[in-house]
């Protein structure tokens, strides 16, 4: 299963706060979609999960937004 959360737009920190609130609605070992803006909210979102134990993968778009790719753990 994946989930998608679309969080372009959206200012620091409430884009960690709803990515953080997302993830604990996905399941251990699921995989959670986020696309977010480029620069700050993408390191910000990307470390404040990977601190947490979390996988992230990223992913550019089109746009010059980015998808992350969170492949959650459990904690």
């Known amino acids: 299963m994946k989930a998608d959360l679309d969080l372009r737009g959206t200012p620091c920190p409430l884009n960690f706060i709803r990515t953080r609130l997302a993830l604990e609605r996905v399941a251990e070992g699921e995989i959670l979609r986020v696309d977010l803006d480029g620069g700050e909210p993408e390191l910000l979102v990307s470390e404040g999960l990977r601190g947490e134990g979390h996988d992230v993968a990223m992913e550019p778009n089109p746009d010059g937004s ?10």
């Open 66 to 75: 980015v998808r992350l790719l969170i492949h959650r753990h459990g904690g």
